[in-house]
């Protein structure tokens, strides 16, 4: 399968849900693992969030992504019509805080996409699948969450608000292919008793009652309705047999059931991944659907890293190196005797693969075990700190300016003797982007194909004094 984006730009332009404000959504191809892409083109320098679930900030009334002074919110109808319609590369340009809310549902959003055009990209399009069950419980908030191997795509929403009016309802879809259909018009819905205490605290300041159910869960009295008629600008209100207001017809007797799975598509968007398994929500929301995002976006990452991990480099002395000793000093600020990188053979954004030649002239083994030498462990962990000091310090410009220092060292086996002779390969991974300047890394050393010695290791990029 490929990855897919849009043919062209499409936009589309309304009031957000709290603050009112009119805002132009502006949907514009992107290249091939760009993923979700929003800036923020009223902000100076227009900066951008990428949509996943490690720059969720707020939960409380919509899902919020935010990074430095840039934030979006309502993010997951849109995200909810961009994932079902299989689009996987698409950058949002916004010029304001929240998405539109328009009906409070996807369809226009799904109109868009359709108006746009959705076309294949020349990249290869990867679904991981979940070999594990996962569960989100929060016990205090009556939610839970479990995801179970499958080798599809498929939700099941239990709602139950312990309300005589909406009592329990059930929603399912078995294939994204149905959401446009079965899921996307379904708005979002809110309860009366809810209504006033979000107005005085000035949210929901585009709400017309055209965008949101509104489900009676209190006695109210006609004088009550009217005063709610003047704030939205309504004529009159009222009382339906269903226990709704009649500002919206039900589209189904479950539309509520069905947008939030809808909402739960989108904010399990924000895993940054396709992926296949059974989800089970019952009571989700936003907070539980991006903690379950979070727990996914998680395993699939580990797992990427474990697979990874288990692909033993290898090592031929013809090749030629991407450095060469002389290079190596470049980066690195050791010298002889105390210098354990000879050679690197490959240097990318995540990983490093390093040589060193173990000869019998070593300095350490005239002292360690003489009659039978062996490198030292603690000189294998500094051949691959060394290594994955390279890595770190490519990230940044200016290398030479800059000096690493290992924090923490956890989790260090060593699986077989490293002697003279042997040429050690020392493969460095990072484990997680690097924030802040600290580094997390994965280091293996093998010779040939045996796994020599392995650590996990932190490591903090530090600006050299002049």
């Not at 005085?200 to 009550?224: T, W, Y």
């Not at 050679?343 to 995540?350: A, G, V």
């Amino acid at each position: 399968m490929k990855q897919k984006t849009i043919s062209k730009e499409v936009s589309l332009k309304g009031p957000g849900l709290h603050f009112g404000q009119i805002t132009n959504l502006d949907i514009k191809p992107a290249a091939p693992n760009t993923g979700y892409t929003f800036i923020r083109t009223d902000l100076e320098g227009n900066p951008s969030v990428l949509a996943i679930a490690d720059n969720v900030t707020d939960t409380s009334r919509g899902t919020t992504i935010s990074k430095g002074d840039a934030s979006i919110s309502t993010i997951e109808h849109l995200l909810a019509a961009t994932y079902a319609l299989g689009v996987d590369n698409v950058i949002f340009e916004i010029n304001g805080p929240e998405v539109p809310i328009l009906d409070g549902s996807s369809k226009y959003f799904i109109e868009a996409y359709h108006k746009a055009g959705i076309i294949e990209q020349d990249a290869t399009l990867t679904i991981y699948e979940i070999n594990e069950n996962l569960s989100f419980i929060d016990e205090e908030r009556d939610i839970e969450i479990n995801i179970y191997p499958d080798k599809n795509y498929n939700l099941k929403v239990l709602v139950d608000y312990k309300s005589e009016i909406l009592s329990n309802q059930f929603a399912f879809l078995n294939n994204l292919k149905d959401f446009t259909k079965n899921v996307a018009s379904c708005r979002t819905f809110v309860f009366l008793s809810e209504l006033e205490p979000l107005l005085h605290l000035n949210l929901i300041k585009g709400g017309d009652l055209d965008n949101a159910i509104v489900i009676v869960d209190k006695e109210s009295s006609q004088e009550e309705f009217d005063r709610l008629a003047k704030l939205f600008n309504k004529p009159s209100v009222a009382v339906q047999s269903s226990g709704v207001l009649n500002n919206l017809k039900l589209q189904f007797t479950n539309e509520p059931a069905r947008h939030k799975l809808l909402d739960l598509i989108g904010d399990l968007a924000l895993t940054g991944y396709r992926f296949n398994a059974s989800i089970m929500a019952r009571r989700p929301g936003h907070y539980g659907n991006t903690e379950m995002a979070k727990l996914i976006r998680k395993y699939i990452e580990f797992k990427k890293t474990e697979k990874k991990s288990k692909q033993i480099p290898t090592y031929s002395p013809d090749a030629k190196p991407l450095m060469d000793v002389n290079k190596v000093k470049e980066f690195l600020p050791h010298r002889y005797p105390f210098l354990f990188v000879d050679k690197i053979m490959s240097l990318s954004d995540t990983d490093v693969i390093g040589i060193k030649n173990v000869t019998n002239d070593e300095f350490y083994f005239e002292g360690h075990f003489p009659e039978e030498p062996v490198m030292p462990g603690v000189l294998q962990v500094e051949a691959m700190a060394q290594t994955g000091g390279i890595l770190v310090l490519n990230t940044v410009p200016d290398p030479e300016n800059y000096l690493t220092y290992f924090m923490k060292i956890d989790n260090v086996k060593f699986r077989r003797q490293v002697v003279p002779g042997d040429v050690l390969i020392m493969k460095l991974q990072l484990l997680e982007p690097i924030r802040r300047g600290i580094a997390h890394m994965k280091g293996e050393a093998f010779v040939g194909t045996e796994l020599a010695s392995e650590a996990e290791m932190y490591a903090q990029i530090v600006k050299q004094k002049n």
